[in-house]
């Protein structure tokens, strides 16, 4: 391909929207346009990169046997509200009408069309395994969306559905799309962490995220210091030390006037306690239904495990209107004394402590507060967010490290959520003869997702160093001067590599400055320079984006060396931690 006829564009200044390596230099290098906030086109470079990374994902899932379909964006609401997801979903979800008035939905997942079609089809325990995929638009309306592709509002997703006969048959094939997945993410140069999650609005009984670690991402996971525990922080769990323990023969409760003392720091000050010594109740409404979380002060509660334990879809903060209409105090909450009030209580909060709380009057605290004693919690669970540096929950000695990530794809034992009869109802004949639930996995990947995450990894001060599997070309010819004989070369090298290799031709008559320079800002894995003066020596310059490395080589060695460059960027995928069957 021609650089003039080829619709590259690049910017010298960096746009004002942008923050992040990938929307800055995604924009700067012509692979992306925005349209609206959460809304890109791909320009034909961006186009080339996610037809390059769906190449790597085909490959990959027909490896393990999976058969691609394509399902449609747009869904009748009928099936959604069978799964009640049409419901349970908030703003995120598009829902309209057509000239009929029949409601639809914009698909943002594919559960409902998948199962009914499975539904229709799989009659027998012989028709499992299977698992079909997709790559198709998703849509779904972020209330934030940001950094470029990282969080939009339309994009590419590879979302495969697996049906199988039984929950050992669904644990037997999880490890082929999970190790499937490890060697997607390493062909496209991404090196990804494994990690327990949670199922969230997906369902299941398991889940697993392949984290990008990266100052950028909107996630957050915990790892070990010694050992392989890794997982999500609204699923990750760490010991949690114990406060000093009470007195043999603990004093009564005591009610103190606090005026003017409302935040923990000033609590802090006119107690003389540290904070794991204080209760901390924050009302919550679940589902539409009142609930208190009691958690000790030195923790955070976790919104996530709190809404997993209560088995509710929606789970806000409360209103202040609503805690007055129950008679409650905004600000002085605490479970003493309620008793008509559903409390969850997390495992931080024991018998053996004692704590100060909120008085259930405006200005007024409890002292000496004792779990069991004065107040009890009709529930205990664990609900605070883990720390950095708590204990790790899997090993003796490890320490727990909080570290930011970029979600590159998720794999989810869904289970019978969506084949139950509450649901989409798929039963299979067994080999008795007899019905039989069938069980379902899903896995998703964001093509747009993985494009960005690899330019948040592989970038420099000069531009993008795009992995060669994902790269939009694999090499630039660069002829430079003004002399005819370079760009008569180049035109040479351009039919000649061109056999073997996807080729761009910088043919423009700019200088050698603007041409080295682009070279280096759209990340094309290598660069030829050919020049009158290197020709003279019979010499072509060979630079190796990802490493810096510049070679001189005579022409007729060219070949040679570019297999040689190739095979040393080629990732390794033996050594990654694969999950055994």
């Not at 990169?49 to 085909?58: C, G, Q």
């Not at 799989?122 to 940001?146: G, N």
């Not at 495969?160 to 190790?179: C, E, V």
Request: hydrophobic share 35%; proline share 5%; glycine share 8%.
């Amino acid at each position: 391909m021609r650089y003039t006829r080829f619709f590259i564009h690049t910017l010298f200044e960096v746009p004002k929207e942008a923050e992040t390596p990938s929307h800055v230099l995604l924009l700067r290098g012509s692979y992306i346009h925005p349209v609206a906030a959460g809304i890109y086109s791909l320009l034909p470079l961006g186009h080339r990169v996610a037809e390059r990374i769906k190449t790597v994902l085909r490959e990959e899932l027909n490896a393990i046997g999976g058969l691609e379909i394509t399902m449609p964006v747009l869904n009748p609401s009928e099936l959604w509200k069978k799964t009640r997801r049409y419901y349970d979903i908030g703003h995120e979800l598009f829902r309209l009408k057509d000239r009929k008035d029949r409601e639809f939905v914009l698909a943002m997942t594919h559960e409902e069309v998948v199962t009914d079609m499975a539904r229709q089809f799989l009659k027998s325990y012989r028709d499992l395994p299977v698992m079909l995929y997709q790559i198709q638009t998703k849509i779904r309306d972020e209330a934030r969306p940001r950094a470029g592709l990282l969080r939009v509002r339309e994009f590419f997703m590879k979302d495969g559905y697996s049906f199988h006969p039984g929950f050992d048959d669904l644990d037997a094939y999880y490890p082929k799309i999970y190790n499937a997945y490890l060697r997607i993410f390493a062909r496209c140069g991404l090196f990804a962490v494994p990690i327990e999650a949670d199922s969230g609005i997906m369902g299941g009984s398991g889940s697993h995220e392949f984290m990008l670690d990266s100052p950028h991402g909107e996630d957050r996971f915990v790892v070990c210091t010694h050992c392989d525990y890794r997982a999500n922080t609204e699923k990750a769990t760490g010991k949690k030390p114990c406060s000093e323990e009470k007195e043999p023969l603990p004093p009564p409760m005591e009610k103190v006037s606090t005026p003017r003392v409302k935040t923990i720091a000033e609590l802090v000050q006119f107690f003389g306690a540290g904070e794991e010594h204080f209760l901390k109740t924050v009302a919550y409404e679940a589902d539409g239904q009142l609930v208190l979380a009691v958690i000790r002060g030195d923790f955070t509660i976790s919104e996530t495990k709190l809404t997993n334990h209560l088995k509710v879809i929606n789970l806000q903060v409360a209103p202040e209107e609503k805690l007055t209409e129950k008679g409650l105090v905004p600000g002085f909450l605490s479970p003493v004394g309620l008793g008509n009030v559903r409390i969850v209580m997390d495992d931080s909060v024991t018998e053996r402590v004692l704590f100060i709380s909120g008085g259930n009057e405006a200005d007024t605290h409890f002292r000496n507060v004792l779990s069991g004693r004065d107040f009890f919690g009709t529930e205990t669970a664990d609900i605070a967010e883990v720390r950095e540096g708590d204990g790790c929950s899997q090993c003796s000695s490890g320490r727990l490290k909080i570290r930011r990530g970029i979600e590159l794809g998720h794999t989810f034992k869904l289970g019978t959520k969506y084949t139950a009869p509450d649901s989409m109802d798929v039963n299979i004949l067994d080999a008795q003869g007899g019905q039989k639930r069938v069980v379902m996995g899903c896995y998703g990947i964001g093509v747009e997702r993985l494009m960005a995450s690899a330019v948040e990894q592989w970038h420099d001060d000069n531009g993008i160093i795009f992995p060669v599997a994902m790269a939009p070309f694999d090499l630039i010819l660069s002829p430079i001067g003004k002399k005819r004989e370079a760009f008569e070369k180049a035109e040479e090298l351009y039919h000649t590599l061109g056999e073997k290799y996807e080729v761009l031709l910088d043919d423009r008559q700019d200088s050698p400055g603007v041409k080295l320079k682009d070279a280096d800002l759209i990340g094309i894995p290598v660069r030829i320079v050919v020049s009158e003066k290197l020709l003279k020596k019979n010499e072509l310059e060979v630079k190796v984006r990802q490493t810096g490395e510049v070679f001189f080589c005579l022409t007729q060695d060219l070949e040679p060396l570019l297999e040689k460059i190739y095979e040393d960027l080629q990732p390794r995928l033996e050594g990654l931690p694969y999950l055994s069957p």
